[in-house]
Nanobody, 123 residues
Framework: QVQLVESGGGLVQAGGSLRLSCAAS????????MAWFRQAPGKEREFVAG????????RYAESVKGRFTIFTDNAKNTVYLQMNSLKPEDTAAYYC????????????????WGQGTQVAVPS
């Protein structure tokens, strides 16, 4: 069993930055690959970035590559998403997820999900 709690969302002006945090707990959480997804109103849930706890494997959606960075702090059992150069189209609820596979964009590969944190970037 894995528990995930996101934090760090908020309202940021276009061009600004925000860092999301995902605190993981549970005896076996280190066995899982981690990812961030987002979902805007009326849209499908969309893969944003993924990572393994070792940091050796990362993957990014093309729409965020060069602007967002995913990384871990293993001592704090936390996965971060650093978001720079934010755009209005980044507005969404952001979810942390854990799954057994190497980071993949498919939401169905992830067994555990956080509650979500809202990011708003007004135009």
């Amino acid at each position: 069993q894995v528990q995930l709690v996101e934090s760090g969302g908020g309202l940021v002006q276009a061009g600004g930055s925000l860092r999301l945090s995902c605190a993981a707990s549970g005896r076996t959480f280190r066995s899982y690959a981690m990812a961030w997804f987002r979902q805007a109103p009326g849209k499908e849930r969309e893969f944003v970035a993924g990572i393994t706890w070792s940091g050796g494997n990362t993957r990014y959606a093309e729409s965020v590559k060069g602007r967002f960075t995913i990384f871990t702090d293993n001592a704090k059992n936390t996965v971060y998403l650093q978001m720079n150069s934010l755009k209005p189209e980044d507005t969404a609820a952001y979810y942390c997820a854990a799954g057994r596979t190497v980071p993949t964009p498919s939401p169905t590969a992830y067994a555990y999900w956080g509650q979500g944190t809202q990011v708003a970037v007004p135009s």
